[in-house]
């Protein structure tokens, strides 16, 4: 175990935490760094994909403060306007959402990092209020990354932050039509598909579906034929899992939900 850890850390390089400091900095110096780590970051994302190796990466003296490092920034969110900056925190971010997905202590662990830390979760919910298009891959990744610690009853999260998430998750699951191009808010395919699976996997705990059974019948309005067939089948998802561990108004499921279904 001890031989792998040594491979994994050598393999994911010896960045530095003075060069994820100064990586954000003008000039052929700083573009080095950030090329030297989206390197690290890439290999990072590929080695996490093995359990064995989320266990190793974990046990790695200082590797995890360093792939959190961009996540507990005080100046991420200026940072991520340089796209080469943006790459790095979207595949740290990549491999964070790995890693606490892995079961037993090693997503614990870092369930309890990421928690604990108040630049971490300030950052995750700023990166939710950016109406910035460009920012889309971000928004994603933190809608995992919070999803996984609300979903945790025993980590921390602020229940501040968990209705945070879920306002964010309903207003891009529920905008409707598609807007233009040039729409600063506009909102793809692929994110408004992630708030919605995301949604649906917090509607299976009591407490926050209590929160989303607000929006019930504009969920439900979801299940109309003129909407995509994988938005209609998320809306129902999320209203299965509603039904199931939140008490509904017969009277509204009746008169609501079972016509539309």
């Not at 989206?38 to 266990?55: H, R, Y």
């Not at 740290?92 to 604990?116: D, N």
């Not at 299976?204 to 299940?223: G, M, P, Q, W």
Request: negative net charge; hydrophobic residues 40%.
């Amino acid at each position: 175990e001890e031989r792998r850890a040594n491979k994994v850390k050598a393999q994911e390089g010896d960045f530095q935490q003075d060069e994820l400091n100064n990586s954000s900095t003008n000039g052929s110096k700083g573009a080095g760094w950030n090329e030297l780590i989206l390197q690290g970051m890439t290999i990072l994302e590929k080695l996490v994909a093995d359990q064995q190796n989320c266990s190793d990466i974990c046990s790695t003296p200082g590797l995890l403060p360093k792939i959190m490092a961009p996540l507990n920034s005080e100046t991420l969110i200026q940072d991520i306007s340089i796209n080469a900056w943006a790459d790095i925190v979207n595949g740290s971010f990549k491999v964070l959402h790995r890693l606490i997905c892995v079961p037993e202590w090693t997503g614990r662990w870092v369930h309890s990092e990421i928690a604990s830390s108040e630049h971490a979760v300030s950052n995750l919910e700023e990166i939710l209020d950016e109406g910035n298009r460009n920012v889309e891959e971000l928004q994603m990744r933190a809608i995992e990354i919070l999803t996984e610690l609300a979903l945790d009853m025993q980590t921390d999260l602020s229940s501040k932050t968990k209705e945070i998430l879920l306002k964010k998750q309903l207003q891009i699951f529920l905008t409707d039509g598609e807007p233009e191009e040039h729409d600063s808010k506009f909102i793809t395919e692929r994110l408004k598909v992630t708030a919605g699976k995301t949604l649906a996997l917090l509607a299976k705990t009591a407490t926050v579906s209590a929160l989303v059974v607000r929006e019930y019948e504009n969920i439900v309005e979801v299940l109309d034929a003129k909407n995509k067939i994988i938005y209609r089948t998320i809306a129902a998802e999320i209203l299965e899992n509603l039904c199931i561990h939140h008490k509904m108004d017969k009277e509204h499921v009746k008169t609501i939900l079972l016509p539309k279904v």
